[in-house]
């Protein structure tokens, strides 16, 4: 099996989880939809391209670690609707203002919002393809050397420091993605080689390793049809270490 190696390193990155009302908390690891976006826009898909991106979300199977164990920071966002330049009337598709439903606070009170990161870490992603087909692994690849659009690691406002495929080799052999992963070398946000050590990993649920982990299930898919939340997986979190 062949994988391609990312290298996620940027100020802040943002693996959306679960929206809880006013706060957007983020999950340890990528989430196979988010993948599945990356490289979508990456090739220049758009959201009408559903067909093509639900196929791929089908095929994609990766394991990912922290080469640099980030912090969590949290941004707090505010705003005030009852502004008199929040309640002009504003173009929109009907030609009328909108305002929020609900009783005069939630129109026109203070809202506020808090948004989560990771920030000052680095990520190894070994993605691989279950299935043949299209895009291939060569397609994805240079999707990713020359985006059709400029790419973000979770939100928008995460963009890279670097770009993704890792710059030494970034196509790797191995039985599974997990075990690529093992195989390939630790670095640092400086682009040098460290001591591999144990670093926090995940996996698929389907692949064993003799090292324990957790097993749980992530609630990482979307229905590209309808844009909806679709359900989880088993995915696998634990300490890897060097295959020796």
Known sequence: MKA???????????????????????????????????????????????????????????????????????????????????????????GEPEHRKGDEKNKKGTHQRFRHYWVDGLMTVALALKTQGEPDLKAIEQALRHPSRPLFLGRKTCLPARPLLDPEAPLREGVDPLDILRRTPRLGRDGLKRPFGSMEACWPGEIKYRERAEERIVYDLRDWVNQLPAGGRFRCEGLIKEDS
């Open 4 to 94: 391609l190696i990312l290298r996620l390193d940027g100020p802040m990155m943002s693996f959306g989880g679960v929206l809880i009302d006013q706060h957007g908390f983020i999950d340890r690891f990528p989430g196979q939809a988010m993948l599945v976006g990356l490289i979508g826009n990456a090739l220049g898909w758009r959201h009408r391209d559903f067909d093509c991106l639900q196929a791929l979300q089908q095929r994609i199977w990766y394991a990912a670690r922290w080469d640099v164990v980030p912090q969590r920071w949290i941004d707090y966002q505010t705003v005030d609707l009852g502004q008199p330049k929040m309640s002009s009337p504003g173009w929109t598709t009907r």
